[in-house]
T-cell receptor, first 115, second 112 residues
Framework: SAVISQKPSRDICQRGTSLTIQCQVD?????MFWYRQQPGQSLTLIAT?????????ESGFVIDKFPISRPNLTFSTLTVSNMSPEDSSIYLC????????????FGPGTRLTVT | EDQVTQSPEALRLQEGESSSLNCSYT??????LFWYRQDPGKGPEFLFT???AGEEKEKERLKATLTKKESFLHITAPKPEDSATYLC?????????????FGRGTSLIVHP
C-alpha cells in the first residue's frame, strides 16, 4: 500500500485567488494523479504528474488553471488558480502500484470552498 | 468510451440485512475492475481488484464478483460501520493508459 498525506485538508478561499495543494507519499512513485470530486459526482481525473516532465492534462483541464509541480518522486503540488465558486470541490491526490496486481491509493483529500 | 454505472445510487439497510451493490460497465476489453470504500471527508480506500469473469474476492463481510458485463459487491449481515460510499472503477485493456474510469458510487447506510 501507500500512505499519502495532503495539505491543507480544507480551505475557504475568495474568488479570484489561488490555492496550492500539497501531496506527499511515503515511498517513491513514478506517476501521481490529481482528481476532482464534486458532490454526487464520480472522480474526475485532472492530470497525471510525472517527475521530470510536464503534467498531462485531461480534456477540459488546462495548465493555466491547474498548474502542477512534481519536483521529486514523493511530492507533487496542484494549484487552483483564479478561483471561482465552480471550483468548490474535493481535490484528491493518488498513486498507483503496478505489480502482480494493479492498485490505486488516494490521499485524504482537500475540501475547497470558494466564496 | 468507457462507461461505469453503479446502482442503486443510495441504499438503506437494517443491521444484518444482506444485499448487493451493482456495477455495470462498458469497456473495450477489461484489464481490471476495482472496488473502493469512501467514508465522508476521506479519500477512497482500495478494497478489491478483479480481472476475469468468474473471479471472486472476499474481505470480512464483503464479497466482490465479476461477470463480463457487471460486478456485484455483496454485503453479508452488514453492520453500521459498513456505512460508506462504495465506488467501482474499470481499467481498459486497450490503449496505453492504465487510468481507471470511475462510477458515481452507491451510498450505503446501515441502521442499527
Amino acid at each position: 500500500s501507500a500512505v499519502i498525506s495532503q495539505k491543507p485538508s480544507r480551505d475557504i478561499c475568495q474568488r479570484g485567488t489561488s490555492l496550492t495543494i500539497q501531496c506527499q507519499v511515503d515511498s517513491q512513485v513514478t506517476m501521481m494523479f490529481w482528481y476532482r470530486q464534486q458532490p454526487g459526482q464520480s472522480l474526475t481525473l485532472i492530470a497525471t504528474a510525472n517527475q521530470g516532465s510536464e503534467a498531462t492534462y485531461e480534456s477540459g483541464f488546462v495548465i493555466d488553471k491547474f498548474p502542477i509541480s512534481r519536483p521529486n518522486l514523493t511530492f507533487s503540488t496542484l494549484t487552483v488558480s483564479n478561483m471561482s465558486p465552480e471550483d468548490s470541490s474535493i481535490y484528491l491526490c493518488s498513486v498507483e502500484r503496478r505489480g502482480a496486481t494493479y492498485e490505486q491509493y488516494f490521499g485524504p483529500g482537500t475540501r475547497l470552498t470558494v466564496t | 468510451e468507457d462507461q461505469v454505472t453503479q446502482s442503486p445510487e443510495a441504499l438503506r439497510l437494517q443491521e444484518g440485512e444482506s444485499s448487493s451493490l451493482n456495477c455495470s460497465y462498458t469497456v473495450s476489453g477489461l484489464r481490471g475492475l476495482f472496488w473502493y470504500r469512501q467514508d465522508p471527508g476521506k479519500g477512497p480506500e482500495f478494497l478489491f481488484t478483479l480481472y476475469s469473469a468468474g473471479e471472486e474476492k472476499e474481505k470480512e463481510r464483503l464479497k466482490a464478483t465479476l461477470t463480463k458485463k457487471e460486478s456485484f459487491l455483496h454485503i453479508t449481515a452488514p453492520k453500521p460501520e459498513d456505512s460508506a460510499t462504495y465506488l467501482c472503477a474499470v481499467q481498459a485493456a486497450s490503449g496505453g493508459s492504465y487510468i481507471p474510469t470511475f462510477g458515481r458510487g452507491t451510498s450505503l447506510i446501515v441502521h442499527p
